[in-house]
């Protein structure tokens, strides 16, 4: 299967600051990327669907402007939580969706999260 | 309104046995389904995908079916063992009732345990 990369693995802040998360595909094109955050012994929230080149899409409740999202290349997600608060502590893990070897697939691929503690 | 739900929040199995993991849907436009498995502290892994113009379909160890009369969806996991042992997700991939965009709704979860 598609293989999907987040960097970093695990982050620690001061509450205040903004932290990026980086998600990558690496072998395959991902038209579409998708950005969950999961709290203990929860599922999966979606928190908004990114499509390469243009702006993303948020779930109800989500806001815009503390979680922005870039989506810039067919490889490259980003997820930059700003000014973070002990509250936005959670697993966040992006998804993907895109063409490998020239087909189409609606399989999400999963990268392995980023754990992020505020202080 | 949009949901999946499973009927068993944790499973215990005894290794070797054959482990079933049930979920139910409510969008009857959702067209495709996927099972994943999560491990502690790692993302949701692939497990294996089934159609909604299919009723069956089995990977290694693994089957999973599909009714659309009853909208539910399970996963046999056969010869259970123990690095079986994580939370199991369904999800599904439809038309949003409320939006009519496509995305995926996830269950709340299984955790499996396999007991030696």
């Known amino acids: 299967g598609a293989v999907v990369s987040q960097h970093p693995s695990r982050v620690i802040c001061k509450s205040g600051t903004s932290v990026k998360i980086e998600c990558r595909s690496l072998?395959?094109?991902?038209?579409?990327m998708f950005w969950y955050r999961q709290f203990p012994k929860q599922s999966l929230m979606l928190m908004a669907t990114s499509n390469e080149g243009s702006k993303a899409t948020y779930e109800q409740g989500v806001e815009k402007d503390k979680f922005l999202i870039n989506h810039a290349s067919l490889t490259l997600s980003t997820l930059t939580v700003t000014s973070a608060h002990p509250e936005d502590s959670s697993f966040y893990i992006c998804?993907?969706?895109?063409?490998?070897?020239?087909?189409?697939?609606?399989?999400?691929?999963f990268g392995p999260g980023t754990r992020l503690t505020v202080l | 309104g949009e949901s999946v739900g499973l009927h068993l929040p944790t499973l215990s199995v005894q290794e070797g046995d054959n482990s079933i993991i049930n979920c139910a849907y409510s969008?009857?436009?959702?067209?495709?389904f996927i099972w994943y498995k999560q491990e502690s502290g790692k993302g949701p892994q692939f497990i294996i995908d089934i159609r909604s113009n299919m009723d069956k379909r089995q990977g290694q160890r693994v089957t999973v079916l599909l009714n659309k009369t009853v909208k539910h969806l399970s996963l046999q996991i056969a010869a259970t063992q123990p690095g079986d042992s994580a939370v199991y997700f369904c999800?599904?991939?439809?038309?949003?009732?409320?939006?009519?965009?496509?995305?995926?709704?996830f269950g709340t979860g299984t955790r499996l345990k396999v007991l030696a």
């Open positions: 998804s993907a969706t895109g063409t490998s070897g020239g087909e189409i697939t609606d399989t999400q691929y």
């Open positions: 999800a599904e991939f439809g038309s949003s009732t409320t939006s009519g965009t496509y995305k995926y709704i």
């Open positions: 072998d395959f094109q991902a038209t579409t």
């Open positions: 969008n009857s436009a959702s067209d495709y």
